[in-house]
């Protein structure tokens, strides 16, 4: 099953490694060269198809659990000063993908959507502690009943040049279900109240839909 948003990628994939097989197959007589360039096109395919994988996931709702968003590793745990929205402290959580990582984006949580932005800007490395701030990224808030208004931050990488996030001000949203989609490497950062118990810890590979990252106090 693969992600609507790699539809258009998917077809050009298809179509291009199409016309260099037929190519190859007609006009390049030496044998080992063909195979090579035949099956790096069949690679390339591959890779474009991995990429835009949607993996279909049962999500075990809870309203007193956050689940994890996307599929990658816990590379920051800590608190911060959170200044586009709440401007105080909050407990960041943050997941990076690496290409190979699932790159849909859940809701970790059940609510209202009470902000969405999307923020044009850089494109450092996503593990980058200045990525939240200076790279292209959306922001999205939730609020939700068991741990009030949650924040979490699509964040464009190194090679990620398109964030999609369909989470729109004014509507209810379903844990687990799809917000958004991001194109190569990412990350996303979660923030929670202070004081919140974390179910994770640092380096842990978090699968998206999946893995518990907090429960309610």
Request: glycine content about 6%; charged content about 20%.
């Amino acid at each position: 099953m693969f992600h609507k948003e790699g539809t258009q990628s998917i077809l050009l994939g298809t179509i291009f490694v199409s016309v260099v097989l037929l190519l190859t197959d007609h006009f390049i007589d030496t044998h080992w060269i063909k195979i090579f360039i035949q099956i790096s096109a069949l690679l390339f395919l591959i890779i474009i198809l991995q990429f835009f994988r949607n993996p279909k996931r049962t999500v075990i709702k809870d309203i007193n659990q956050i689940i994890a968003p996307v599929d990658g590793k816990v590379v920051v745990i800590e608190e911060v000063y959170e200044g586009e929205y709440f401007k105080d402290k909050r407990l960041q959580i943050s997941i990076f993908m690496s290409p190979i990582n699932v790159h849909v984006t859940r809701y970790a949580l059940d609510g209202i959507v009470k902000f969405s932005k999307y923020h044009p800007g850089k494109f450092l490395v996503a593990w980058h502690p200045k990525a939240s701030e200076e790279n292209e990224r959306t922001t999205v808030v939730i609020e939700n009943k068991s741990f009030g208004e949650v924040l979490y931050r699509q964040i464009a990488g190194a090679l990620a040049r398109r964030i999609v996030n369909y989470a729109q001000e004014g509507m209810q949203v379903e844990q687990g279900t799809d917000a958004g989609f991001i194109k190569f490497g990412s990350r996303v950062d979660i923030f929670l109240p202070l004081g919140t118990p974390i179910n994770v810890v640092l380096n842990q590979k978090a699968i998206g839909g999946k893995t518990i990252i907090a429960t309610k106090a």
